[in-house]
C-alpha cells in the first residue's frame, strides 16, 4: 500500500503562485508513474501533469508554460509550480502514483484563485 500525502494548496489572487507537494510512503517497491490530477467545481477529474520514470512528462494543455512538475525518484516526491494562475484553475488537486500496476491517490488539496 503507498500513501500519498499532499500541502501547498490555498487561496491566491489571479497572477500569482502556489506551490504543491507530494509526498510518497508506505510499501514502496517502485512508483513507475507520478503526478498530478484536479477536480474543478462540478466537473470530472482531470489530468494536470504526470511524469514517468523515464522522466517524461506531460502536460495539460492549458497549464502547458504555467505549471511545472519535478519528481525526486529517490525521495518518492513530486511537486507542482503554478504561475500565472488563472480562476479556472480552481480545484481541488490530487496527487496521483501507479506502482506495479495499482493507482493510488492523495487525498486532495484544495487551490481556490480569486479574480
Known amino acids: 500500500q503507498v500513501h500519498l500525502v499532499e500541502s501547498g494548496g490555498g487561496l491566491v489572487q489571479s497572477g500569482g503562485s502556489l506551490r504543491l507537494s507530494c509526498a510518497a510512503s508506505?510499501?514502496?517497491?517502485?512508483?513507475?508513474?507520478m503526478g498530478w490530477y484536479r477536480q474543478p467545481p462540478g466537473k470530472g477529474r482531470e489530468l494536470v501533469a504526470i511524469?514517468?520514470?523515464?522522466?517524461?512528462?506531460n502536460y495539460r494543455y492549458s497549464v502547458k508554460d504555467r505549471f511545472t512538475l519535478a519528481r525526486d525518484v529517490s525521495k518518492n516526491t513530486v511537486t507542482l509550480q503554478m504561475n500565472t494562475l488563472k480562476p479556472e484553475d480552481t480545484a481541488v488537486y490530487y496527487c496521483?502514483?501507479?506502482?506495479?500496476?495499482?493507482?493510488?491517490w492523495g487525498q486532495g488539496t484544495q487551490v481556490t484563485v480569486s479574480s
Open positions: 496521483y502514483a501507479i506502482q506495479s500496476g495499482l493507482e493510488y
Open positions: 508506505g510499501r514502496i517497491t517502485g512508483i513507475y508513474t
Open positions: 511524469n514517468t520514470r523515464e522522466n517524461i512528462t
